[in-house]
């Protein structure tokens, strides 16, 4: 099993630049997130899903979409890139216990 | 609401110390607890998790027992290692709940 897996692993946009991030799961697990992890700070909640074809905000859904066509994959979109959308993209599967499974993070460069 | 709080880092000890990181818990009901570990350049991993009140997780030395009384969920470990150097997050859930909310995390360097 490769576990929960993130494409790409990292990327530099300019301003304004759009992209989509990737993550894929192989563990058959109903629930998905979508983290951003800031120097100096925790992790916080953009977007999450609880099933496909289900999404839902978390605490910092603003400049981010997210799509879940498919139960394996949760995708994370920015449509406008924002310097301040500069941080360390993490991924997570579970299933309804919560016991998070990470990505290895995704590492992107607004400039 | 629901909270997590850890002890303010960083944490800097020497081999062989013991290690205690604080965390303490605001929860509406009776949450399942969890310490997540994150190694430099890593995704987070679950270190140990405690479903109800006196139980005790463990693992790779590392223990944390399921204070209700206090509402803690303290991270011990007798004598730390070089590659215990890492950050900690303690978390918690409700049941039914959808998602988990992770403390601030905690820098552990450890010095040989």
């Known amino acids: 099993n490769a576990g929960v897996t993130q494409t790409p692993k990292f990327r530099v946009l300019k301003t304004g630049q759009s992209m989509t991030l990737l993550c894929a799961q192989d563990?058959?697990?109903?629930?998905m997130y979508w983290y951003r992890q800031d120097p100096g700070m925790g992790l916080r909640l953009i977007h999450y899903?609880?099933?496909?074809?289900?999404?839902a905000k978390g605490e910092v859904p603003d400049g981010y979409n997210v799509s879940r066509l498919k139960k394996q994959n949760f995708l994370l979109g920015l449509e406008s890139a924002a310097p301040s959308q500069t941080s360390v993209y993490f991924c997570a599967s579970s299933t309804i216990n919560l016991e998070q499974f990470f990505g290895p993070g995704t590492r992107l460069t607004v400039l | 609401g629901n909270s997590v709080t850890q002890m303010e880092g960083p944490v800097t000890l020497s081999e062989e110390a013991f290690l205690t990181i604080n965390c303490t818990y605001t929860?509406?009901?009776?949450?399942?607890l969890f310490w997540y570990v994150q190694y430099p350049g890593e995704g987070l991993q679950l270190l140990l998790k405690?479903?109800?009140?006196?139980d005790k997780g463990s693992n790779k030395g590392f223990e944390a027992t399921y204070r209700k009384e206090t509402t803690s969920f303290h991270l011990e470990k007798g004598s730390v290692q070089v590659s215990d150097s890492a950050v900690y997050f303690c978390?918690?859930?409700?049941?039914?709940?959808?998602?988990?909310?992770f403390g601030q995390g905690t820098r552990l360097t450890i010095n040989p």
């Open positions: 405690a479903t109800k009140a006196d």
């Open positions: 563990m058959n697990h109903e629930y």
């Open positions: 899903s609880v099933g496909e074809g289900t999404t």
């Open positions: 929860a509406t009901g009776y949450p399942s």
């Open positions: 978390a918690l859930t409700l049941q039914g709940a959808q998602k988990l909310v």
